[in-house]
């Protein structure tokens, strides 16, 4: 409690900003540090390298000992596993696979999944808390997954957007990750994410959803499906 772990992008030197302007990509690291409160100091715990600034994306599980990274190029992502103090690479995610609209989550059990996109059709991946690969699964068509929270344990809320004629359309459904089956939860509404740190299963976060295209912030009830608007609209 006494104790807080900072992950922050450092630029590799001053000249790399030279010609690409300030809010350009930069080539740089990730440097992991601990601030201790107690004793009013900060050290060093460990670095991740040779990655650039805009294109990657970090992920902590809720112990703070493993750090998922994504790494994007091109339209594809690649992922890796991480010693979340030392930033040791423990395992590299899916070598060879390509993926596309790449989203992640952790588990409260410490595992994680992937989800991803590949020709109109999307499916997940699912890993234990030291990133050996337990199953595969289609989650079936859409142009991209949005991950929720966990209604209960390694049951996940996971919605679709399909392209329509003017604008996405999309469903909601409860994920049973060690079966590989869905249930549809409803039509028009996604899983409203604020933090990407896993949650209590069931808790309020797991029934919080937007409703497309009318924008109303909702808590919906996983077992039933019941709607209860909490805000009318949640744009602005």
Sequence with gaps: PDKLRIWRFEPSSVSDLAGQGS??????????????????????????????????????????????????????????????????????????????QARSRFLTHGGFVIASVSAGKADFDVFSSDGQHLRTAALGHGVRAILG???????????????GPQEESVASYLVDLMKGTRQLLGEGIMPWNSLQRPGTPGGISSRLFIEKPSEKFLEVDPHTGTRRVLIQTCQG
């Design 149 to 163: 929270r966990e209604t209960e344990s390694d049951v996940l809320v996971v919605a679709l957007a399909q392209e």
């Design 23 to 100: 809010r350009g990509p930069r080539p740089g690291s990730l440097r992991i540090s601990e601030l201790d409160f107690q004793h009013g100091s900060i050290k060093d715990t460990g670095r991740i390298h040779d990655l650039t600034s805009y294109s990657y994306q970090m992920n902590v599980d809720h112990q703070s000992t493993h750090l998922l990274l994504e790494r994007k190029e091109k339209g594809f992502s690649r992922f890796s596993l991480h010693d979340a103090v030392t930033g040791d690479l423990l395992v590299a995610l899916l070598p060879g696979k390509e993926l596309q």
